[in-house]
């Protein structure tokens, strides 16, 4: 074939951020530092948020936050069964119980009519996926958990620049966890955060975040530092390096750009792909909001299609056009299944939507012909 493959996803460097991480090295201080500190305070003001947190993933902020609730054995928290494994793992990993509830097939984010009827007297806390980008309903949703005492942790992994009803997430609310990975709307390498209105929730995640010392160790190793430290708790290695704060130094400066020209390539395809019977399309509710547009996640119509979705993905690889799969159904996995009970049909439309969900490519530097390109391919692949 003579055009190069094209990914599903691919990060926008530039060449600022490029020279910011080469004087990070040069510097002699790469691990966590002074540009983490200001990294944190960048993301303060952008996000709006008194308490920010950056670590070495979003997996280790929904960890965190989760432990800073002291869960007890057998405590509950709700979450849904449309999301990364992770959003699970760190449930399990911190001592809770994973409770699920199915998916709304039109926003794939959690149903919140089904919300109450999950909440028993074990549940603590509520995990709700922005799924895509597109925030859930946090009006509804923070209503419900103040009527049953219960905390919040937003998986905001997809949506670092999203807003509900003109308010920025992480501005208000709970606890919210965001992602630096390089699929996401900005990157890091690795790397994520948390934002938190609650002092109490931000000391024990700084504290836990690296080693329980009551000082982080640029600090200590500083001229008028101390190489004295306590121990306050038993605490992880989930610290962010300042390699990683030099690339998001310059990725949150450009976020908003990156955010407008993924709605831009959303909206192409929700023009171009309005009429075609293959595919069952992305839509949105009618409360205010800004979609980050993380992904672009048709569904296929198996029938119309005359294919199933791992075909579609599997011919549109051969043709040099990049797909991902966000997600399979996670309480489908072997683990789930056997340690919960989870079985087929508990979650309808969460494993519908996990059996025919496809991710397009969609990132900032795609181009218009590159668009172009993925529709006609698209077209050869539905009609051969």
Known sequence: MSEDFLPFSKPSISRAAIDEVVA?????????????????????????????????????????????????????????????????????????????????????????????????????????????????????????????????????????????????????????????????????????????????????????RFHGMDREAWNRFAKNGSQHYEIIMPGFKYNMMDLQAALGLHQLNELDGFIVRRTELAERYQEALREWTQFTLPEEPSYGHRHAWHLYTPLINEPAANMTRDDFMQQMKEKNIGTGLHYRAVHLYPYYREQFGFEVGDYPHAESVGDRIVSLPLFPAMTDDDHDRVLDVMYSVLNK
Not at 169 to 189: A, C, E, R, Y
């Open 24 to 208: 990070c090295l040069e510097s002699g201080w790469i691990t966590t530092g002074p540009r983490v500190a200001k990294f944190t305070e960048a993301l303060k003001e952008y996000l709006g948020a008194p308490h920010v947190l950056p670590l070495a993933s979003a997996t280790a902020g929904l960890h965190l936050a989760l432990l800073a609730l002291d869960l007890q054995p057998g405590d509950e928290v709700i979450t849904t069964p449309l999301t990364f494994a992770a959003t699970l793992n760190t449930i399990v990993l911190a001592g809770g119980k994973p409770v699920l509830v199915d998916i709304d097939p039109a926003t794939l984010n959690m149903d919140l009519n089904l919300l109450e009827d999950a909440i028993t007297e074990k549940t603590r806390a509520i995990i709700p996926v922005h799924f895509a980008g597109l925030p859930v309903d946090l009006d509804v949703l923070y209503q419900i958990a103040e009527k049953h005492a219960l905390r919040v942790i937003e998986d905001a992994a997809h949506a670092i620049g999203a807003e509900y009803k003109g308010k920025r997430l992480g501005s208000f609310g709970d606890i919210q966890v965001f992602s630096f990975h390089p699929n996401k709307n900005m990157t890091t390498g690795e790397g994520g955060c948390v934002t938190t209105h609650d002092e109490e929730v931000a000391r024990k995640i700084g504290l836990l």
